[in-house]
């Protein structure tokens, strides 16, 4: 299935307290269990003002519905082309 890189635009993102990410991920799950199976969130990362998230979905129009049901920014969604790792030099 295909990945996809969303950027969200969250000011101080990187401030938001255990309890606000712990809602903030409730509320997409509750989203996911919706939609079912062909979409899935991997893992996001934190940074000051965006936190980015990796998602496995058919299409990008999929991740957007997801954002919309959430009320979540999805500032820029990206497909995954490749994945290189350290590996990937040998």
Known sequence: MPKFVIEREIPDAGNLSDSELRALSQKSVGVLKGMGPEIQW??????????????????????????????????RIS??????????AE
Do not use: M, Q, W
């Not at 003002?49 to 959430?70: F, M, Q, S």
């Not at 497909?79 to 990937?88: C, H, W």
């Open 42 to 75: 991997l893992h996001s990362y934190v940074t000051g003002n965006k936190i980015y998230c990796v998602y496995l979905a058919p299409d990008e129009a999929t991740v957007r519905e997801h954002a919309t049901r959430g009320g979540f920014p999805a500032n």
């Open 79 to 88: 497909a995954v082309r490749r994945l290189i790792d350290p590996t990937t």
